[in-house]
């Protein structure tokens, strides 16, 4: 019984010490974490809508950001775009110019594709073909779009994705037409 | 003497990767590249350390019968630690990591450091028994993702070295290179070091 207690007590104060010190250092490392995501979340913002230099979040929406220029003037719009890939979700960050119908830019936030491979979607020479295209382009993987050699599901992954989320960001009315 | 004698044996006689073959799902998985292999060593090393020094002191506290459990909170404590200051202070590392951080917790290396070892020697050759393994491992870990990532993509930590007309082996970055990797290694090793083990205590 003694022996039993014992046990007992010994596996309890470990595992309360444990929480406590994890509690004590999520609290410290929370703070940072989020400027890591705010600051991953704007560069990503600006990267894709050249000309701003700020943005906000449009409506309640925590998807959707309108991007501004210097004078406080939309220069478009770019929205977080996720669906599933080889391995697990994608998230992109896209910019659009809502008044001319065409994409700015694209960024990849996560993914979880093969490193080496489909992974590649985060490269440059694989994002920049989607620059200047249409918002009605139908992003046909290795036609409209080299896809990566070794990976296509990954390239076909990011063209279904942005296919998709662009057609609903189109339809919502929020957006129909500059203000 | 018996402090460098005990560092001296994770480096080469008993490398935990090379000579014991322990933690082969880190070993195996994150090796596609130079940095992985460095930086899933390091994580390992700290999680290592942290764990042995904490099971040598408190080593007599502890029943018999709830040990097991008992490392393996310590050792998921740690390895919570670890990832959270990385997510905060490397936030790219923790990208690449990912998945294979909250994994150290399962690598039988740690737990098998803190049975086989820190549980029966005091806190300062728990320290160095760690520090050798430790770095054992991250010298092994990083060796492969050098050779990996050289013949993969040509590059090492991300340098082109192999210039452009190199065309990259694609399969050295994906599973079936961290084998062929790892058994051409082993090899080797086996070939150049004289002393065989003739019998392991466990199959």
Redesign the interface.
């Known amino acids: 019984m003694n ?1 039993q207690r ?2 007992i007590l ?2 309890s104060t ?2 309360i010490a ?1 929480g406590l ?2 509690a004590g ?2 609290q410290w ?1 929370k703070p ?2 989020d400027e ?1 995501t705010q600051e ?1 979340q704007k560069t990503a913002i600006l990267e894709v809508l050249p000309g701003a230099v700020s943005y906000k979040e449009v409506g309640n929406n925590e998807m959707v950001f309108e991007g501004l220029n210097g004078n406080n003037q939309r220069v478009g719009i770019a929205f977080i775009a996720e669906g599933g890939g080889f391995q697990g979700d994608i998230s992109m960050m896209v910019g659009m110019d809502v008044d001319e119908r065409k994409l700015t830019g694209m960024t990849v936030l ?1 993914h ?1 594709e ?4 489909g992974a590649r979607i985060e490269e440059e020479s694989f994002r920049k073909q989607f620059v200047e295209k249409s918002v009605d382009d139908p992003f046909v993987a290795s036609e409209d779009i080299d896809a990566i050699t ?1 990976a296509t599901i990954s390239s076909n992954a990011v063209s279904n994705i942005l296919r998709e989320s662009i057609s609903r960001i189109i339809e919502d009315d929020q957006l129909g037409g500059s203000q | 003497m018996k402090i460098w004698a005990e560092f001296i044996k994770g480096l080469w006689k008993e490398n935990p990767v090379f000579r014991q073959l322990m933690g082969m799902c880190p070993t195996l998985a994150v090796t596609n590249a130079a940095i992985n292999g460095l930086a899933m060593g390091l994580a390992t090393l700290f999680v290592l350390l942290c764990s042995n020094v904490i099971v040598a002191l408190i080593k007599h506290l502890i029943p018999d019968k709830v040990r097991i459990p008992s490392y393996i909170i310590i050792i998921a404590t740690f390895v919570t630690i670890a990832d959270l200051f990385l997510a905060a202070f490397f936030p790219e590392i923790q990208r690449v990591l990912g998945l294979f951080i909250p994994l150290i917790v399962v690598n039988c290396i740690i737990l098998g450091r803190a049975e086989a070892f820190a549980s029966k020697n005091n806190v300062k050759f728990a320290l160095i028994d760690a520090l050798g393994m430790g770095i054992g491992f991250t010298w092994a870990l990083t060796l492969l993702g050098i050779i990996r990532e050289l013949l993969g993509m040509g590059t090492v930590f991300g340098l082109q070295v192999m210039g452009t007309n190199f065309t990259p082996w694609i399969i050295f970055i994906l599973p079936p290179g961290a084998f062929l990797t790892l058994g051409v290694l082993l090899g080797i090793i086996n070939t150049f070091s004289n002393k065989k083990t003739t019998k392991t205590s466990c199959h």
């Open positions: 022996e014992r046990m010994v596996l470990i595992a444990s010190i994890l250092v999520f490392t940072k974490m890591v991953r996560s979880l093969t490193p080496g491979l070794g």
